[in-house]
């Protein structure tokens, strides 16, 4: 069986800590900021968990680089 090779782009995107958590930046935050309300550009401003099965499925993505 060959080498499972990692996703690159998903590499980049999303962050898989010490303990197995898959951590990912939240979209809309980059640019057009007064269009938004204040409470929505604080909810932008954290960094989102992924779980269940998309976290597992990101895990298996990046398994080389683990």
Request: glycine share 10%; hydrophobic share 35%.
């Amino acid at each position: 069986m060959p080498k499972l090779k990692t996703r690159k782009a998903i590499s980049k995107r999303m962050k898989i800590t010490k303990t197995g958590k898959v951590l990912r930046h939240r979209p809309g935050s980059r640019h057009y900021k007064a269009g938004k309300s204040a409470g929505r550009r604080r909810k932008l401003r954290g960094i989102a968990q992924l779980t269940g099965k998309v976290a597992k499925n990101i895990k298996i993505l990046m398994a080389p680089g683990i």
